[in-house]
């Protein structure tokens, strides 16, 4: 090979590096001169010697990045163009590979299991771009598909993540969907499960083919840890995956958790991509699309997903997507569908909520509020209460479900009706209580209907007044019961008629004598009794006619099977919570309590005992002299009845505690004579209440060790409520107990709750709030560090605890103590931490057994603490470890322990000698590093809150796995606002930084 040739292989290298280079025209270039030559081997092994450079150089170098364009546009351009069949046929022995390209691949294969990462990394990359750069329907040899193939499935399991990425982008093109055996399926899907690095599954997500069996994978990503995985996730669905693949519950799952992600973004690709997505796939039929979400059974995720659709149309499409509308504004009964009930309800609520601006909208889509009463009243007569023949028939079960379904939404149209007009309004008010009233009306539509008529009813003694009325229909009904025949009387009314028709012939045989006699006058006496005695007659029969009729007449007769005792309640409990609960108790609310309420406590059915229970506990918010005779009640039955009415007791017991503190305990154990200012002495931690009035100490042990043997209930319902309501209590202040604080930590580790999600979100949420709102709370963490670790410390080898990783405890209980973790951080740098106290309680539990396993635990949490500036504190703290130095034996801890005892030591002689120098000139290069030490500090915090709402028991992740320079995107630290640079400067900052492979290139020709 001549000088020219040799010098062209570098110059276009050099060009390569530029990216102003117009890359085909280098490769067609070098493409001449290599066809040219009779012997390619020089050419390969020189354009492999400078390839080397560029493969040695692990970052992503733009330089580097367009060197290995260029040879990958170079390897391919020497591919032949597709071929016809009948060519394939013509040419079968034909060589497909090219020599180069073929040349190329071995030599890629033959490097990837180099010892550097960065040729590794390089290798792989080539080998995607090459496979990229080429035809869609290219064919290459089955050799080295297969050579290939192994290659790649080995480097998806490499150390380095961006040598993963780039592998499982190369194997892309490998796959076969089709094939349930595929390796790369196999591979993807195990990396998509296991890969720690999210750019990795990032990667995988990209390329992955969608089949059966990768869906529920891919699916799975959308609820990734990682925001950029989910978004991906979504947009992969949207892109690749059509609606009916789906199902129903997997399009639920989407929509429910994508439109209620915490971010932002990807709230908006639901929005953006997926749903449009799927509109378009179904002919922009937004009723379709709601039946493919079976709305009945999710009318939730129905209505967010509606909410979102409706935000991004104008005026014009909202009008235009109308449901189907008659010209009374109304959907015809026989067209109610839950689909388009669901649909006009979201529209009306959607356009109700632009407020002004919406109200011409709204009278286009809404009738006026009487004719709407009306349309309702004449729906909800048609459903009524299904019989147990009924419910055993499955497709009668089924329309009956749908019509209460349909009812409820039309219930809840109510909100958007203008109920301003006074006619309209009650009209609606009518309707409700009719509805409420009639016996047949279904008890699932009970509450529902007593919502709407106190939303319109503002007034709350009048709200009182009207459930009051209706439950005393209800309970007492109006009926018309028939009386029987008095048969005495209608043997005296037969007797006196009997009498009368005797007479009367007795008359009518002497008035024929007197004729005969021609006794004219007497005659005229006899006619005229004649004509009495019939009168008489007649009306002795018209009263014997009426008494045979039954007399019919209105009474009231009390009801109090369980279904109309339930009604009943479940309108009372509806009035309860309604109520101001600054809303005294009344003479109407008190009767129902005597009359109604707490008979029902006792009653055999749970449906009405749960409900009484729920009425009780609310009602007693009311009033706090009611919450004192009740809460006795309450509490027996917090710990007797089934498990459902236990937790409404429960429930009860927490609200009543948050009111009015422990102070209504003692008001209820309290003798006549008790002073009320008295204030008991505090002997256990536990007993600790925000109302110190005359608490008696055994009450309130009493409620806590109750709570405390909930918690370790079996019944995981009870428990997650406890645990709810103990945090509560805490939080506000009306609790203050280390020893309740470490119960509800080992709960939130214990694997027994992997499985509540409620709980576990609860109490994660519950101790960063808990541990930032004061300092008086972090003392109470502090307290509880030794009890809690000590537990899972002795723990058996059977408890659950014992799998607990005691070291991410320790990281957790630390990182809520932490001073800078406060909302308010105190201001005086000279006041004592929370943290000083518990490095000396970790330092005395060290000294009492120097040889505990436990010894290096505490050593490595010592040294994540954050220490005050007091000198007596740090004298204390240096004395306890020149002790524990001289007493502990293990290595690793007394190097640990020696490391802080001379950060103390060099602490106090830096703040003696700043204290004792005289005030120095402004040095620019103190404040750069006064900003590192800053900048440092906020990425410890941020870590230890990271730490600390995460930590759930699982191995402490990697930093060399997660380090942002082994994954591109991975971990990138939050910026912080500066003030953008001028063009001029970054062009000048980007060229500094740029490697340059000219120097390399020319160093190795100089010395050869």
């Given at each position: ?11 276009a ?42 493969m ?76 990229g ?11 080295l ?33 089709s ?16 890969d ?9 997500l ?14 799975k ?13 979504y ?114 609520e ?134 029987p ?35 004219f006058?007497?005659?005229?006496e ?47 409990a ?15 609310i ?81 003798s ?112 509880s ?138 040095d620019?290069?103190?404040?750069e ?38 994954s ?36 190795e020709?100089?010395?050869?």
């Amino acid at each position: 090979m001549t000088a020219d040739n040799e010098m062209s292989i570098k110059e276009a290298f050099q060009r390569a590096q530029k990216s102003h280079n117009n890359k085909a025209k280098l490769v067609a270039s070098l493409k001449s001169r290599y066809n040219k030559l009779e012997d390619k081997t020089m050419f390969h092994e020189e354009f492999v010697h400078y390839l080397k450079y560029a493969m040695i150089v692990y970052k992503r170098e733009p330089a580097v990045e367009n060197v290995i364009e260029f040879v990958a546009k170079f390897s391919t351009s020497f591919q032949s163009p597709p071929k016809t069949e009948e060519e394939e046929e013509e040419e079968e022995d034909d060589e497909d590979d090219h020599p180069f390209l073929s040349f190329i691949f071995n030599f890629l294969l033959e490097s990837h299991k180099a010892n550097s990462h960065a040729v590794r990394f390089r290798v792989c990359q080539l080998i995607n771009k090459l496979l990229g750069s080429m035809a869609e329907n290219a064919q290459i040899d089955d050799d080295l598909f297969d050579r290939i193939h192994q290659a790649m499935l080995v480097r998806v399991t490499d150390k380095f993540p961006n040598v993963r990425i780039q592998a499982a982008l190369a194997m892309a093109r490998l796959q076969q969907p089709s094939d349930p055996d595929c390796p790369t399926i196999s591979a993807y899907i195990l990396i998509l499960e296991n890969d720690t690095n999210a750019e990795v599954r990032r990667a995988v997500l990209s390329c992955i083919a969608m089949s059966p069996q990768t869906l529920p994978k891919v699916f799975k990503r959308t609820r990734d840890i990682k925001e950029n995985v989910r978004k991906l996730a979504y947009q992969v669905l949207a892109d690749k995956v059509h609606i009916k693949a789906l199902t129903i519950a997997q399009r639920v799952g989407l929509l429910q958790h994508g439109l209620h992600d915490t971010s932002e973004a990807i709230r908006e690709v639901v929005c953006s991509r997926l749903l449009p997505a799927w509109l378009l796939l179904l002919d922009g039929n937004i009723i379709e699309l709601l039946h493919r979400l079976d709305v009945e059974n999710c009318a939730e995720t129905a209505m967010e997903t509606l909410k979102a659709l409706f935000k991004g149309m104008s005026t014009e499409e909202l009008l235009q997507n109308r449901a189907q509308l008659d010209n009374r504004k109304l959907i015809p009964v026989d067209s109610l569908t839950c689909e388009n009930v669901v649909y006009w309800r979201v529209l009306c609520e959607f356009i109700k909520g632009k407020g002004n601006d919406g109200d011409e909208m709204l009278e286009q889509v809404l009738p006026d509020a009487a004719t709407y009463a009306e349309y309702l009243r004449s729906y909800l007569k048609t459903v009524t209460d299904m019989s147990e023949e009924q419910r055993a028939d499955y497709t009668q079960l089924e329309m009956g479900m749908t019509k209460e379904f349909i009812s409820q939404q039309l219930i809840h149209l109510i909100e958007s009706l203008d109920t301003n007009e006074e006619g309209g309004r009650k009209r609606v008010l009518a309707v409700l209580q009719e509805m409420l009233t009639l016996p047949q009306t279904p008890s699932s539509l009970v509450c529902l209907l007593t919502e709407k008529l106190l939303l319109i009813i503002l007034d709350d003694q009048r709200r009182v007044q009207t459930v009051a009325e209706i439950i005393s229909d209800v309970m007492e009904p109006i009926t018309e019961v028939s009386q029987p025949v008095d048969e005495n009387k209608s043997r005296r009314q037969q007797v006196q008629l009997a009498e009368v028709k005797v007479r009367i012939m007795e008359a009518k045989e002497a008035l024929e004598n007197c004729i005969a006699a021609q006794d004219f006058s007497q005659a005229a006496e006899l006619k005229e009794s004649i004509t009495k005695l019939e009168d008489s007659r007649n009306q002795i029969l018209q009263e014997i006619s009426e008494s045979n009729q039954p007399v019919i007449k209105e009474v009231r007769t009390e009801k109090n099977d369980p279904e109309t005792l339930l009604r009943c309640l479940t309108m009372c409990a509806e009035l309860l919570k309604k109520m101001n609960i600054k809303t005294p108790i009344g003479p109407t609310i008190s009767a129902l309590m005597s009359s109604l309420i707490l008979p029902s406590i006792a009653n055999p059915y749970p449906a009405v005992r749960n409900m009484a229970v729920v009425c009780l506990g609310t009602c007693t918010l009311h009033s706090k002299e009611l919450a004192k005779t009740h809460m006795v009640l309450l509490l027996q039955i917090a710990q007797l009845d089934e498990v459902k009415i236990r937790i409404s007791a429960l429930r009860s017991i927490i609200d009543l505690l948050l009111l009015f503190g422990f102070q209504l305990l003692s008001e209820t154990a309290s003798s006549p004579t008790a002073q009320p200012n008295q204030s008991p002495e505090r002997q256990e931690d536990d007993a600790a209440a925000e109302d110190k009035g005359d608490v008696p100490e055994d009450t309130a042990q009493s409620i806590l060790v109750m709570l405390s043997e909930f918690l370790d209930s079996e019944v995981s319902d009870l428990r997650t409520e406890t645990a709810e309501g103990l945090a509560k209590l805490m939080y506000t202040g009306r609790i203050s107990s280390a020893k309740m604080l470490s119960r509800l930590v080992l709960l939130w580790y214990n694997p027994i709750t992997e499985d509540d999600t409620h709980l576990r979100h609860c109490l994660g949420v519950f101790f960063q709030l808990y541990a930032r709102e004061s300092r008086s709370h972090q003392e109470v963490v502090e307290e509880s560090f030794l009890p809690t670790i000590r537990t899972l410390l002795e723990a058996p080898a059977t408890s659950p605890l014992a799998e607990v990783d005691v070291n991410n405890v320790v990281e957790l209980l630390v990182e809520l103590t932490r001073p800078s973790a406060l909302i308010k951080p105190s201001t005086n740098i000279e006041e004592t931490s929370v943290h000083d106290f518990l490095a000396v309680r970790m330092c005395g539990e060290m000294l009492k057994d120097p040889t505990a396993p436990e010894v290096r635990l505490y050593a490595k949490a010592l040294s994540n603490l954050e220490f005050s500036r007091d000198d007596a504190v740090k004298e204390d703290l240096q004395s306890l470890l020149q002790q524990l130095v001289q007493v502990v034996k293990d290595h690793i801890c007394l190097r640990a322990l020696e490391k802080m005892l001379q950060q103390l030591t060099d602490s106090k002689e830096q703040t003696e000698l700043l204290s004792a120098s005289p005030p120095q000139p402004l040095d620019v290069n103190a404040d750069e590093a006064a900003a590192d030490d800053l900048s440092k500090s906020v990425k410890r915090a941020k870590r230890g809150q990271r730490k600390a709402s995460t930590a759930k028991g699982g191995r402490k992740p990697s930093r060399k796995a997660e380090s942002s320079e082994e994954s591109d995107g991975e971990n990138v630290p939050e910026t912080v606002s500066v003030v953008r640079p001028s063009r001029r400067a970054k062009t000048a900052a980007l060229e500094k930084t740029k490697l340059d492979l000219n120097p390399l290139i020319n160093q190795e020709a100089n010395v050869s």
